[in-house]
């Protein structure tokens, strides 16, 4: 009889059990959310425009004396003339036409870019990046310069032709000139590696530096004009068309301008640094600031020069028309460097980075 109560009351106890079993919420397995792989890694290409500004403006011309018959006829004068003053300085138009313009090359930029990326762990990501494009960068600007020289001389006191033997004579030039210097780029690529840091797995913030290449040009024209003045010739008779005395006074000579250009493709280096956020899968933005520098250019112009109008014979030197006179050769430095500023989108080949997966546990 207890036997049989035992049983049934194991049995009733078990049949609570399982019920209360069952009113009791299923047990789920825990999920846990596995990060993507790196999705910095892969090819990408993309646009990019901005705008470009000269670091350094100064375009210095100096003209160097190539002829000065002027000034080598008037210095060589017998000794017996008694010469006073300083003398006519050999290249004084020359230096009228060197001086400093200020060229400031800036204009627009854009093109397109193409280069790879390697995620290192979870915070660094290095690269190399190819771009070319198109500019408007460009800028002219002039100088002016001025120059002045004189001398003074008395003929020996003989009868007849002495037009300078009372008081004597004074000869003076003032040199003034001017330049118009235009530079600029025509197109500008760089070949650059990039070192960058993830402040957070879709936020790059990136230094850059490498080769950079250009096509660029200049031009330069150079002009003036020489103011000439004799005083204290005499009425004496003189082998020249009219008497000495009609000499006297201040004539105005335009100098035969000069002109040069350049045009190369020259070579160099940049460096900058920039942020670029992946605002969505393959695709980012950045904005990057890069110095560039391309090194310099010569311009050599063709001779600047001065030509007599006239014929004469003044303290025995002999002036034809059309006798060159003065000529000299102004040469333009030019520095292509500045910094460019612009922004740009990548698209991102990251074809081997599955989607990111959930993990049951």
Not at 55 to 76: I, K, M, Q, R
Not at 180 to 199: C, K, P
């Amino acid at each position: 009889m207890s036997k049989s109560l035992f049983a049934a009351a194991f049995v009733r106890a078990f049949s609570v059990g399982s019920a209360l079993t069952a009113d009791l919420p299923a047990r789920k397995e825990a999920s846990v959310y596995m990060p993507p792989p790196p999705m910095w890694t892969g090819f990408y290409l993309g646009l990019n425009a901005g705008g470009g500004w000269g670091a350094t403006t100064n375009a210095a011309t100096v003209s160097a004396p190539l002829f000065d018959g002027v000034a080598l006829a008037a210095n060589t004068l017998d000794p017996l003339r008694q010469l006073a003053g300083t003398g006519l300085i050999n290249g004084g138009a020359a230096l009228a036409n060197s001086g400093i313009a200020n060229v400031n090359q800036n204009g627009f930029i854009g093109g397109g870019q193409i280069g790879y990326n390697y995620q290192w762990g979870a915070t660094f990501v290095v690269g190399i990046e190819a771009d070319i494009q198109g500019t408007t960068i460009q800028g002219s600007s002039g100088y002016t310069g001025a120059s002045q020289d004189s001398i003074a001389w008395k003929d020996p006191v003989f009868p007849g032709n002495a037009p300078c033997s009372v008081n004597g004579c004074t000869f003076s030039r003032t040199a003034l000139g001017s330049g118009q210097i235009t530079a600029g780029i025509d197109w500008m690529g760089t070949v650059r590696g990039r070192l960058g840091y993830l402040f957070t797995p879709t936020m790059l913030v990136f230094g850059t530096g490498g080769f950079a290449y250009g096509g660029v040009n200049g031009s330069a024209t150079h002009a003036g004009i020489i103011q000439a003045t004799l005083s204290g010739a005499n009425d004496a008779q003189n082998p020249v068309p009219f008497p000495y005395s009609k000499l006297n006074g201040t004539y105005l000579f335009p100098i035969i301008p000069g002109a040069g250009n350049y045009s190369n493709t020259q070579v160099g280096w940049t460096a900058g640094g920039g942020v670029e956020w992946m605002f969505m899968p393959n695709w980012s933005v950045k904005a990057e600031a890069l110095y560039y520098d391309l090194g310099n250019a010569g311009i050599y112009s063709s001779p600047v020069s001065l030509v007599s109008p006239f014929t004469l014979k003044l303290g025995g030197v002999n002036v034809t028309a059309g006798q060159l006179l003065i000529a000299s050769t102004p040469v333009t430095r030019i520095k292509y460097d500045g910094v460019i500023a612009r922004a740009g989108i990548n698209y991102h080949f990251n074809w081997s980075a599955p989607a990111p997966v959930l993990a049951n546990y």
